[in-house]
Protein backbone atom coordinates (compact mmCIF):
# COMPACT_ATOMS: atom_id res chain seq x y z
CA UNK A 1 0.00 0.00 0.00
CA UNK A 2 1.04 3.49 -0.06
CA UNK A 3 3.10 4.71 2.00
CA UNK A 4 4.16 9.01 3.28
CA UNK A 5 7.96 9.90 2.64
CA UNK A 6 9.43 11.17 5.93
CA UNK A 7 12.63 13.17 6.01
CA UNK A 8 14.88 12.93 7.54
CA UNK A 9 15.08 8.82 7.96
CA UNK A 10 16.49 9.58 11.08
CA UNK A 11 18.48 12.53 13.05
CA UNK A 12 20.99 12.77 16.14
CA UNK A 13 20.30 16.40 18.01
CA UNK A 14 22.07 18.03 21.30
CA UNK A 15 19.63 18.38 24.03
CA UNK A 16 18.28 21.80 23.55
CA UNK A 17 18.37 21.96 20.06
CA UNK A 18 15.07 22.68 17.87
CA UNK A 19 13.94 19.64 15.36
CA UNK A 20 12.44 19.82 12.12
CA UNK A 21 11.18 17.19 9.94
CA UNK A 22 8.59 16.94 6.97
CA UNK A 23 6.12 14.29 5.74
CA UNK A 24 5.28 14.55 2.02
CA UNK A 25 2.33 12.09 -0.29
CA UNK A 26 1.75 12.26 -3.74
CA UNK A 27 -2.21 12.30 -2.84
CA UNK A 28 -4.33 15.11 -1.25
CA UNK A 29 -5.56 14.63 2.74
CA UNK A 30 -8.45 16.20 4.12
CA UNK A 31 -6.55 15.46 7.74
CA UNK A 32 -3.03 15.21 9.39
CA UNK A 33 -2.04 13.50 12.22
CA UNK A 34 1.85 13.41 14.24
CA UNK A 35 2.81 9.98 16.61
CA UNK A 36 5.26 9.39 18.52
CA UNK A 37 6.54 5.92 19.52
CA UNK A 38 8.37 4.80 22.35
CA UNK A 39 10.30 1.39 21.99
CA UNK A 40 7.54 -1.44 23.09
CA UNK A 41 5.10 1.14 23.38
CA UNK A 42 1.79 1.50 20.98
CA UNK A 43 2.00 5.35 19.21
CA UNK A 44 0.28 8.23 20.78
CA UNK A 45 -1.14 11.05 18.91
CA UNK A 46 0.88 14.27 19.23
CA UNK A 47 -1.32 16.36 17.43
CA UNK A 48 -3.88 16.67 14.60
CA UNK A 49 -4.58 19.10 11.77
CA UNK A 50 -7.80 19.69 9.60
CA UNK A 51 -7.29 22.22 7.39
CA UNK A 52 -4.76 23.70 4.66
CA UNK A 53 -2.29 25.98 6.35
CA UNK A 54 -3.15 25.02 9.69
CA UNK A 55 -0.74 25.71 12.33
CA UNK A 56 -1.21 23.60 16.13
CA UNK A 57 0.77 23.61 19.11
CA UNK A 58 1.27 20.92 21.77
CA UNK A 59 3.98 22.51 24.20
CA UNK A 60 7.05 22.11 22.96
CA UNK A 61 5.71 20.86 19.44
CA UNK A 62 3.96 22.79 16.75
CA UNK A 63 2.95 21.41 13.44
CA UNK A 64 1.46 22.29 10.09
CA UNK A 65 -1.06 21.64 7.43
CA UNK A 66 0.78 22.02 4.27
CA UNK A 67 -0.82 24.82 1.96
CA UNK A 68 -0.97 22.23 -1.01
CA UNK A 69 -2.39 19.46 1.27
CA UNK A 70 0.20 16.73 0.11
CA UNK A 71 2.69 17.44 3.07
CA UNK A 72 3.00 18.53 7.08
CA UNK A 73 5.56 19.22 9.03
CA UNK A 74 6.87 19.14 12.77
CA UNK A 75 8.81 20.88 14.86
CA UNK A 76 9.86 20.18 18.24
CA UNK A 77 11.84 23.26 19.94
CA UNK A 78 14.35 22.66 22.68
CA UNK A 79 14.72 19.05 23.02
CA UNK A 80 15.10 16.95 25.91
CA UNK A 81 16.30 13.07 26.76
CA UNK A 82 12.41 12.40 26.30
CA UNK A 83 11.52 13.29 22.70
CA UNK A 84 13.47 10.38 21.88
CA UNK A 85 11.35 8.03 20.01
CA UNK A 86 9.94 7.54 16.28
CA UNK A 87 8.14 9.90 14.88
CA UNK A 88 5.03 8.93 12.01
CA UNK A 89 2.82 11.04 10.19
CA UNK A 90 -0.25 9.89 9.27
CA UNK A 91 -2.84 11.22 6.42
CA UNK A 92 -6.45 10.66 6.28
CA UNK A 93 -8.15 10.93 3.08
CA UNK A 94 -12.08 11.64 3.98
CA UNK A 95 -13.95 11.60 7.46
CA UNK A 96 -13.33 8.26 9.09
CA UNK A 97 -11.21 6.64 6.86
CA UNK A 98 -8.36 4.71 7.33
CA UNK A 99 -4.77 6.10 7.55
CA UNK A 100 -2.16 6.10 5.79
CA UNK A 101 1.35 6.04 7.67
CA UNK A 102 4.63 8.00 6.78
CA UNK A 103 8.00 6.12 7.24
CA UNK A 104 8.88 7.68 10.31
CA UNK A 105 11.94 9.99 11.80
CA UNK A 106 13.87 8.31 14.50
CA UNK A 107 15.12 11.40 16.79
CA UNK A 108 18.02 10.82 19.16
CA UNK A 109 18.84 12.73 21.57
CA UNK A 110 22.03 13.22 23.02
CA UNK A 111 23.12 15.26 26.42
CA UNK B 1 -9.28 9.21 24.52
CA UNK B 2 -10.31 5.75 24.13
CA UNK B 3 -7.88 3.44 26.73
CA UNK B 4 -6.80 0.50 24.57
CA UNK B 5 -5.86 -3.16 26.32
CA UNK B 6 -4.40 -5.95 24.62
CA UNK B 7 -3.33 -9.13 25.33
CA UNK B 8 -1.10 -11.02 25.02
CA UNK B 9 1.94 -7.93 25.89
CA UNK B 10 4.35 -10.43 23.76
CA UNK B 11 4.66 -14.32 22.85
CA UNK B 12 7.05 -16.09 21.07
CA UNK B 13 5.27 -18.74 19.07
CA UNK B 14 6.43 -22.14 16.97
CA UNK B 15 6.09 -21.77 12.71
CA UNK B 16 2.58 -23.73 11.97
CA UNK B 17 0.78 -22.51 15.08
CA UNK B 18 -1.97 -19.57 15.83
CA UNK B 19 -2.22 -16.90 17.79
CA UNK B 20 -4.94 -14.85 19.10
CA UNK B 21 -4.58 -11.57 20.20
CA UNK B 22 -7.14 -9.30 22.01
CA UNK B 23 -8.20 -5.93 22.17
CA UNK B 24 -10.54 -4.57 24.74
CA UNK B 25 -11.86 -0.63 24.45
CA UNK B 26 -13.05 1.17 27.95
CA UNK B 27 -15.91 2.90 25.79
CA UNK B 28 -17.97 1.51 22.76
CA UNK B 29 -16.92 2.20 19.14
CA UNK B 30 -18.05 1.70 15.77
CA UNK B 31 -15.09 0.64 13.94
CA UNK B 32 -12.00 -0.77 15.18
CA UNK B 33 -8.76 -1.58 13.21
CA UNK B 34 -5.88 -3.71 13.33
CA UNK B 35 -2.62 -3.16 12.04
CA UNK B 36 0.95 -4.61 11.43
CA UNK B 37 4.22 -3.38 12.53
CA UNK B 38 7.12 -5.53 10.90
CA UNK B 39 10.47 -4.53 12.71
CA UNK B 40 11.83 -1.27 12.23
CA UNK B 41 8.96 -0.63 9.74
CA UNK B 42 6.29 1.88 9.89
CA UNK B 43 2.11 0.52 10.54
CA UNK B 44 0.46 -0.96 7.80
CA UNK B 45 -3.33 -1.19 8.18
CA UNK B 46 -4.59 -5.05 8.04
CA UNK B 47 -8.16 -4.58 7.90
CA UNK B 48 -11.07 -2.72 10.10
CA UNK B 49 -13.88 -4.84 12.08
CA UNK B 50 -17.12 -3.18 12.72
CA UNK B 51 -19.35 -4.92 14.88
CA UNK B 52 -21.61 -7.05 13.21
CA UNK B 53 -20.33 -7.39 9.63
CA UNK B 54 -17.11 -9.10 8.10
CA UNK B 55 -14.25 -7.52 8.91
CA UNK B 56 -12.47 -5.65 5.62
CA UNK B 57 -9.24 -6.42 4.83
CA UNK B 58 -6.33 -4.66 2.72
CA UNK B 59 -4.64 -5.79 -0.29
CA UNK B 60 -2.22 -8.53 0.56
CA UNK B 61 -4.39 -9.58 3.50
CA UNK B 62 -6.77 -12.48 3.87
CA UNK B 63 -9.27 -13.98 6.14
CA UNK B 64 -7.90 -17.10 6.43
CA UNK B 65 -5.27 -15.82 7.29
CA UNK B 66 -5.79 -12.82 9.61
CA UNK B 67 -9.65 -14.43 10.63
CA UNK B 68 -10.64 -11.01 12.90
CA UNK B 69 -14.00 -11.24 15.22
CA UNK B 70 -16.06 -8.48 16.74
CA UNK B 71 -18.78 -9.88 18.92
CA UNK B 72 -19.28 -6.47 20.73
CA UNK B 73 -18.99 -2.57 20.73
CA UNK B 74 -15.52 -3.12 22.56
CA UNK B 75 -14.18 -5.92 21.90
CA UNK B 76 -12.37 -7.63 18.79
CA UNK B 77 -9.67 -10.36 18.33
CA UNK B 78 -7.05 -10.94 15.14
CA UNK B 79 -6.03 -14.26 14.92
CA UNK B 80 -2.93 -14.88 12.86
CA UNK B 81 -2.82 -18.78 11.39
CA UNK B 82 -0.35 -20.69 10.73
CA UNK B 83 2.55 -18.76 11.48
CA UNK B 84 6.11 -18.33 10.01
CA UNK B 85 8.87 -16.39 11.16
CA UNK B 86 7.96 -13.53 8.46
CA UNK B 87 4.91 -12.70 10.35
CA UNK B 88 6.98 -11.80 13.29
CA UNK B 89 6.03 -8.10 13.75
CA UNK B 90 3.76 -5.77 16.53
CA UNK B 91 0.22 -6.09 16.00
CA UNK B 92 -1.80 -3.18 16.68
CA UNK B 93 -5.03 -2.28 17.38
CA UNK B 94 -6.63 1.19 17.27
CA UNK B 95 -9.77 2.91 17.49
CA UNK B 96 -11.16 6.81 16.56
CA UNK B 97 -11.55 8.98 19.73
CA UNK B 98 -15.14 9.31 20.72
CA UNK B 99 -14.92 12.93 20.43
CA UNK B 100 -13.53 12.86 16.73
CA UNK B 101 -13.97 10.46 13.90
CA UNK B 102 -10.45 11.23 12.41
CA UNK B 103 -8.29 10.71 15.55
CA UNK B 104 -7.35 7.60 16.07
CA UNK B 105 -5.68 6.04 19.62
CA UNK B 106 -3.82 2.79 19.24
CA UNK B 107 -3.16 0.26 22.06
CA UNK B 108 -0.31 -0.92 23.23
CA UNK B 109 0.56 -3.63 20.90
CA UNK B 110 1.33 -7.27 20.72
CA UNK B 111 4.89 -8.16 19.68
CA UNK B 112 4.75 -11.38 18.15
CA UNK B 113 8.14 -13.66 17.62
CA UNK B 114 7.82 -16.75 15.59
CA UNK B 115 10.24 -19.36 15.25
Known amino acids: GQQLNQSPQSMFIQEGEDVSMNCTSSSIFNTWLWYKQDPGEGPVLLIA?????ELTSNGRLTAQFGITRKDSFLNISASIPSDVGIYFC???????????FGTGTRLQVTL | SAVISQKPSRDICQRGTSLTIQCQVD?????MFWYRQQPGQSLTLIATANQGSEATYESGFVIDKFPISRPNLTFSTLTVSNMSPEDSSIYLCSVFSGSSVNEQFFGPGTRLTVL
Open chain 1, 90 to 100: AGQAGTASKLT
Open chain 1, 49 to 53: LYKAG
Open chain 2, 27 to 31: SQVTM
